[in-house]
């Protein structure tokens, strides 16, 4: 589990409840099913109709990766790079053949195999970065389904408000349960806003942020491949792969 996720939605939504119990109000009044309902419901429509069935079902995928602690093996795809960059340099590329089925990171694979195959290296960069660009661009549609609901349930929650207002309208008669009546009207606002602030739109940027450290390191691999088959020193080419990361990771 991701520490930060987690501790943001407990001190977000914690904030908020105990907020309320601290002016007075109390917890169950802002228990509401009927505005759960309608937030969720209306929410889940408007995105379905924005998005398409690709990008929802790769929004659901991507979701447990928000909740999910990230282990980066960049480290190692780096080691493995730098292993066979040594190989090829003390005998040839074609050295590499009889390693390539233990190559543990798939992409590595590819890109190796291309290379003892003598690909050109411009032809091996141009495939593998529309391959790069075309799954960023997969991942971020699937990203944006969780943005787009934190744009459509606020709105959604004033819809809520709304119908709930014109129900209290038409019982004018009952002034006593006037008061109730509008109070919980507007807990589908407070619905809304906050599922939106605090849990789509994070959960939508930080997908984003994944997905592009997950293309970052695909380039870093790719590089990688490249210069073996340009017989780069491998100490040289270590240097310029840990180039890639960010201070924490180095």
Not at 41 to 59: C, H, N, P, R, W
Not at 126 to 142: K, R
Request: glycine share 10%; with cysteine; proline share 2%.
């Amino acid at each position: 589990m991701d520490k930060a996720t987690l501790i943001g939605l407990l001190v977000g939504f914690g904030g908020i409840l105990l907020g309320n119990v601290l002016e007075g109000g109390h917890t169950s009044s802002l228990m509401q099913l009927t505005a759960f309902i309608i937030v969720l419901a209306g929410t889940i429509g408007a995105v379905m109709v924005s998005s398409s069935e690709k990008d929802l079902k790769v929004g659901l995928r991507l979701a447990k990766k928000a909740f999910k602690k990230e282990e980066s093996p960049t480290k190692k795809v780096i080691q493995e790079i730098v292993d066979c960059a040594r190989l090829a340099k003390k005998e040839s590329l074609l050295a590499l053949e009889p390693r390539i089925n233990r190559i543990e990171n798939p992409f590595f694979k590819s890109i190796l195999r291309n290379v003892v195959d003598g690909v050109e290296v411009e032809t091996i960069r141009d495939i593998f970065e529309n391959q790069i660009a075309t799954e960023e661009e997969e991942l971020l549609g699937g990203a944006k389904v969780w943005t787009d609901a934190g744009g459509f349930s606020p709105t959604i929650g004033i819809i809520g408000a709304v119908l709930g207002l014109i129900h209290v309208m038409g019982n004018l008669t009952d002034t006593s349960k006037l008061g109730a009546g509008i109070a919980v009207a507007f807990v589908a606002t407070v619905y809304g806003v906050a599922s939106a602030n605090l849990l789509f739109l994070p959960m939508g940027n930080k997908l984003k942020r994944r997905v592009q450290a997950l293309s970052r390191e695909k380039m870093m691999v790719l590089e990688g491949g490249i210069l073996i088959a340009s017989g780069m020193n491998p100490v040289v080419l270590e240097q310029k792969l840990y180039s890639f990361l960010d201070s924490e990771q180095r």
